[in-house]
């Protein structure tokens, strides 16, 4: 086999064996990946709950169904509700970086 291959060969298997290790590093803390998944649903819900009350004012605008107090409200409401996500997914963040930012 010419020595070109043979460098491949070995290069490829220590890029495999390396993945190997990434996944098993991974794979081996599933603390981590809980902690890191809570924090990414906390910032799906923040998403979806602004999604939910654009899309309420759309619908709103659309029908041109305004009265000033309505929206105020259900816009309020939901900013007071991401407020308290946002700072719920913080307290999760800075616990985890604490947690895992020396490792």
């Known amino acids: ?29 599933p603390q981590r990946l809980e902690d890191i998944s809570s924090i990414r649903d906390a910032m ?6 602004a999604q939910a009350v654009v899309d309420l004012l759309d619908m709103r605008i659309e029908d041109e169904r305004l009265d000033g107090r309505t929206e105020a409200v259900d816009v309020r409401t939901v900013l007071e509700l991401i407020q308290n996500l946002s700072l719920d997914a913080s307290e999760k963040l800075d616990a985890y970086q604490q947690r895992y930012s020396d490792s």
């Open 44 to 49: 799906r819900q923040i998403s979806l709950e």
């Open 1 to 29: 086999m010419a020595p070109y291959k043979l460098r491949c060969l070995r290069l490829l298997s220590v890029v495999r064996s390396c993945g190997e290790v990434v996944r098993r590093a991974m794979h081996s803390d």
